[in-house]
């Protein structure tokens, strides 16, 4: 089974960017849906428990932005005991300027653009070497400043992981396999141990978010598996290797 894990900061994009998208995937998957204490407002709340009675919805602090919304719904997954096979990461990532834009478009159309793409993506997670997958856009590596090494470094420390190659999906909107995040968070207290980072920094780069947005990837590629960019220029062979029709990755 798959789940949802949406953090909503921003409510028209959540409205008009993602809910459409979510809408054609619901029968398919478990949707949670976290939202922020003292920003949104109640009749929203409502009104999206009305859209997806099946939802689980939660709530946690902004420190942290995306992150903290991530961790609050594992959380809630992990102390109820659920077991899910793969997780599918979405914010409401800002649209402020053009880039924004075309950022979200991409993140979301190249995750849970259709069924299809969806479908083709969670095949090749199970059946080849890839543990992640996300827009080939936006498949990158390495650190935008020292910082953000120091802190991505200090995460993977306490993980007891060696860093390595720092591969990740930057805009931190993902598909990935469950056992994986969960080898290193599902442990007892291990969300926990990582609460004081949640802060809001207000950085563009170098904050505890880039750095997470790094250690995600990083937890992928120390299982000796690889990020699968979709695309399917790019990934045709790989596609027909594994029987899935090269129709359903989006380009």
């Known amino acids: 089974m798959t789940a949802f894990l949406i953090h909503v900061w921003y409510e028209e994009v959540f409205t008009e960017k993602i ?4 809408i054609q995937h619901i029968d398919d998957v478990d949707l949670y849906i976290n939202f922020v204490k003292g920003k949104t407002s109640l009749e929203f709340v409502e009104e999206i428990r009305e859209k997806f009675p099946s939802a689980t919805i939660t709530f946690s602090e902004n420190p942290g932005r995306d992150i903290r919304g991530y961790m609050n719904m594992l959380s809630y997954i992990y102390e109820n005991k659920i077991t899910y096979k793969n997780y599918v990461f979405i914010h409401t ?9 075309r950022c979200l478009q991409s993140l979301l159309k190249h995750t849970i653009g259709s069924k299809e793409t969806l479908n083709a993506a969670l095949k090749m997670i199970d059946q080849t070497v890839y543990g992640m997958a996300g827009s080939h856009e936006f498949v990158q590596e390495g650190f935008t400043n020292d910082e953000e090494r120091r802190k991505t470094f200090d995460i993977l420390e306490r993980l007891n992981i060696e860093p390595g190659r720092n591969k990740f999906v930057a805009g931190t909107m993902f598909i990935v396999r469950a056992s994986i995040i969960d080898k290193y968070l599902r442990k007892p207290g291990a969300i926990e141990m990582f609460s004081a980072d949640f802060v809001e920094d207000n950085k563009k780069n170098g904050g505890w978010h880039h750095a997470w947005e790094r250690v995600f990837g990083t937890l992928v590629v120390a299982e000796g598996l690889e990020i699968l960019p979709v695309n399917k220029n790019k990934i045709q062979t790989l ?13």
């Open 19 to 22: 809910v459409p998208f979510v």
């Open 239 to 251: 596609v027909n290797q594994t029987y899935v029709s090269t129709d359903t990755l989006q380009d």
């Open 93 to 101: 990532k800002t649209q402020i300027d053009s880039f924004g834009q």
